[in-house]
């Protein structure tokens, strides 16, 4: 399963410059842990940093520039950091596998003469077979929409620090041509690289790529989407919103039956009275999602439910996915929540991330210290504002105070909760 080591934001709303775990210059800072939790007060950019990975999905599926007005953005200059006139640049580190080469994405977005937004510069890179050390190589060099791409899975490129036009790229690709590089330009450079070319086959880094981030899971779960009445017809997954909660019920029904008594067995222990969940379909072909309490004759159905119950069954629901997202992000999952259970929704997913089953890593944002308690200090990232306005972002575990104090028994949580967590 491919796994996110680091990543690295600069000029992105409160992120001027941040980044997180390892990347491809800091190879000897520990990589992000499968279960990720950020915390922080309320303004200091937890939601901007769970839109990180928002907006990157949204451009490689509809383009930069359809990317910046989503999901309420607001356009390219409300997105980019407050008085920076440089581009948006964001890098990720990751790995296919844990013996796989890591592999560095790098983007920048900027404004062109028109004030429309568009791809700068993208890159991928990698290490040669059997190279530990030194400079990674590229095999994904994209400047304006133009560049070189190496073929295969094995080749990389060489290249210069600074290609200024196209010319160059020009030159510079006839000295290194071979039946593994081209010269490639897209047509339109609105549109991420690694969108077009990892379509193609003769590109399978590109593409697997492509389909990582394609594969992500970001959860914009809305309880009263969850209330809807779909037409009846099994899904595999569960939707952004939970729309589609009923459909999933009745493909794990179908499908996978000791999965979803898991589920039901996990939810009894959580919600009091909870004894079976199904669906039933109404005369007009839609879906009825129905819970059977231990109290009562009838059913109660999804629309008599609290946001609580349905929260928590859709993220059970989630976490027992037969095919889960490589990469799953949640911003604040106690929202709703009875406090007590908090702790164990919070091993449910460590469980989920860390287990032999091979689960989504896990990224969440949190303000609750009830959720934290059931957490370790190298899982917990704290984002605070610094006097400039722009946020800046830590890991719990550089605090040695705070690892001793965990190590001694008390809980990450009520640290924080007493604000041993707070810079000092």
């Given amino acids: 399963m491919a796994k996110i ?5 600069k000029n992105f709303r409160a992120l001027k410059e941040a980044s997180l775990g390892r990347l491809s210059n800091q190879e000897k800072l520990e990589p992000l842990t499968p279960m990720t939790v950020v915390i922080g007060k309320n303004g200091v950019g937890k939601s901007t940093l769970f ?25 390219f200059e409300k997105i980019r950091s407050q008085g920076q006139t440089e581009a948006i640049e964001f890098e990720i580190y990751y790995k296919e596998d844990g013996n796989a080469r890591p592999i560095t994405y790098e983007i920048s977005i900027n404004i062109d003469d028109s004030g429309r937004p568009f791809v700068q510069k993208e890159r991928l890179r990698q290490r040669r077979k059997n190279q530990s050390t030194g400079r990674p190589f590229s095999f994904l060099i994209l400047e304006n929409g133009r560049g070189v791409v190496w073929k295969g899975e094995a080749g990389v490129i060489e290249e210069p620090d600074i290609l200024n036009d196209f010319e160059s790229w020009v030159e510079f690709y006839r000295k290194e041509e071979s039946k593994e590089t081209e010269l490639v330009e ?12 990892g379509s ?5 880094r590109i593409s697997l790529f492509r389909q990582f981030i394609e594969g992500w899971y970001l959860s914009y779960f809305e309880p009263n989407s969850a209330r809807s009445l779909p037409l009846a017809g099994p899904q595999k997954h569960l939707n952004i919103k939970g729309d589609n909660i009923g459909n999933v019920v009745q493909f794990m029904e179908r499908e996978h039956k000791d999965r979803f008594k898991n589920v039901l067995d996990r939810i009894a222990k959580e919600i009091p009275g909870i004894d079976k969940i199904d669906t039933e379909k109404t ?8 819970f059977n309490d231990k109290g009562f004759h009838d059913p109660f159905y999804a629309q008599q439910m609290s946001d609580g119950t349905l929260k928590v069954f859709a993220y059970l629901l989630l976490l027992e996915d037969p095919a889960p997202p490589p990469f799953l992000c949640i911003e604040e999952p106690e929202n709703g929540l ?22 989504s890593q896990v990224f969440i944002t949190t303000h609750q210290p009830y959720f934290v308690d059931a957490l370790k200090p190298n899982e917990v990232w704290i ?4 006097t400039d306005g722009f946020s800046t972002i830590r890991r719990a575990s550089d605090d040695e105070l705070v690892k001793n ?10 640290l924080w909760y007493c604000d041993y967590l707070d810079a000092r």
């Avoid at 839109?51 to 356009?75: N, S, T």
């Avoid at 005369?283 to 129905?290: K, P, V, Y």
């Avoid at 929704?345 to 689960?359: D, I, M, P, S, V």
């Avoid at 984002?383 to 610094?386: A, N, P, T």
């Fill in 200 to 204: 193609l086959k003769q590109h399978p």
């Fill in 283 to 290: 005369a007009d072909g839609r879906l009825l999602l129905r």
């Fill in 186 to 197: 897209l047509s339109d450079s609105r549109k991420l690289g690694i969108a077009t070319l």
């Fill in 51 to 75: 839109d990180v990975f928002g907006f990157l999905a949204d451009a490689l599926k509809f383009g930069v520039e359809e990317a910046c007005d989503l999901r309420g953005r607001g356009g």
């Fill in 5 to 9: 080591e680091g990543i690295r934001v």
């Fill in 338 to 359: 009875y406090h007590k259970l908090l702790e164990t929704l919070a091993k449910e997913f460590r469980e989920h991330a860390t287990g032999c089953k091979g689960g």
């Fill in 383 to 386: 984002l605070e504002k610094s």
């Fill in 405 to 414: 104090m965990v190590a001694e028994g008390l809980p990450l949580g009520g």
